[in-house]
């Protein structure tokens, strides 16, 4: 087998905290994920030789920028294959700059293909170390499903199943920096922390309602003038009937959880107006078993 295809599912924040800033520049955070089933397409061909990248969106960058490439190049170097190469098709469902983990999820897609495709057999703990060189969130990506994730992102904890529910995720008419608000954020406390233990034992007790009151991401405190537009959409997902609601990531993305998918699907129809996007998906589970 030469070439293979691989889902690559959006991630989403249940809850983020920053814990403070490391002596590297980064900063500490404590995070339970999901993934969603909302998911790229993610085509990876073996070569002879040499490394190449596309994608349907002429404004995603296909050199070393792309977190695809940069993982196929790790996955050789950690593999000790010298003589491989891979080409990468990307077709894109997942928002960019949205705090969905698009290129992190692209990225882990293309270890877990090359893995297979090599028959080099590295375990997922394996690939989450490849995964820790090309990006924050690509070590939770590559098994994915539902997650503690401390220190950069790296430390990888995996929790049971979320029970099952709908998601719907809305884009606002705007992005976030990334870099701006890890600025904001290390210059001023933020008011409220999430309940990260509370969360991960109401995971662990299957009570989903438990998991929607605890929701929280600190960044929603360090948006200056767009907290307002946040917070409106969390409002409207709330009143649409979302047990809880909060932004991903640093955003700009805001997503909520719902009991039943006909709830969700009234939800995202009211939600349509006014907003970039709205897409109706489910909680993804583990894609590494």
Same mark, same amino acid.
């Given at each position: 087998?030469?070439a293979?295809?691989?889902?690559a599912?959006? &991630? ?7 814990l *403070?800033?490391?002596?590297? !520049? ?28 596309e ?11 792309n977190?695809?490439?940069k993982?196929? &190049? ?5 593999? *000790? ?9 990307? &077709? &894109?469902?997942?928002?960019? %700059?949205?705090g969905? @983990? ?18 080099a ?9 490849v ?17 503690l994730?401390?220190?950069? !992102? ?15 995720? %809305? ?6 920096s990334?870099?701006?608000l890890?600025s904001?954020? @290390? ?12 969360m ?5 007790? @299957? ?7 605890r ?8 948006? !200056?003038?767009?907290a ?9 997902l709330l009143?649409?009937g979302?047990? *809880? ?29 006014g ?10 589970g583990s894609?590494? @078993?």
């Open positions: 087998m030469t293979a295809m691989e889902k599912y959006a &991630k989403l924040n249940l809850s983020l905290d920053v *403070g800033k490391r002596p590297d !520049g980064f900063h500490d955070l404590r995070m339970v994920m999901q993934s969603a089933a909302l998911c790229d397409d993610v085509h990876v061909t073996l070569t002879n030789g040499g490394f190449s990248a994608t349907d969106r002429d404004y995603i960058p296909c050199d070393d920028r977190s695809a490439l993982a196929a &190049k790790a996955f050789f170097a950690a593999a *000790g294959i010298r003589d491989g190469g891979a080409a990468i098709r990307i &077709k &894109k469902r997942i928002p960019v %700059c949205a969905l @983990g698009g290129g992190s999820s692209d990225a882990a897609a293309v270890l877990r293909a090359l893995n297979r495709l090599t028959g057999g590295l375990s997922a703990r394996q690939l989450e170390a995964a820790e060189g090309v990006g924050s969130d690509v070590p939770f990506c590559v098994s994915g499903g539902t997650a994730a401390q220190g950069r !992102g790296e430390r990888i904890t995996p929790l049971p199943p979320l029970p099952a529910c709908a998601v719907v995720i %809305c884009m606002p008419n705007f992005t976030a990334t870099p701006e890890f904001r954020i @290390g210059s001023r406390a933020s008011r409220c922390r999430p309940d990260t233990d509370g991960v034992k109401a995971i662990e007790y @299957g009570d989903l309602a438990g998991v929607a009151r929701m929280y991401n600190v960044f929603e405190d360090v948006l !200056g003038r767009r307002a537009d946040v917070r409106g959409m969390k409002n409207r009143d649409s979302a047990l *809880g609601a909060v932004m991903s990531g640093t955003g700009s993305a805001v997503f909520g959880l719902f009991e039943t998918e006909s709830a969700a699907a009234k939800a995202r129809d009211a939600l349509a107006e907003c970039r996007e709205v897409f109706l998906t489910r909680i993804q894609v590494m @078993g």
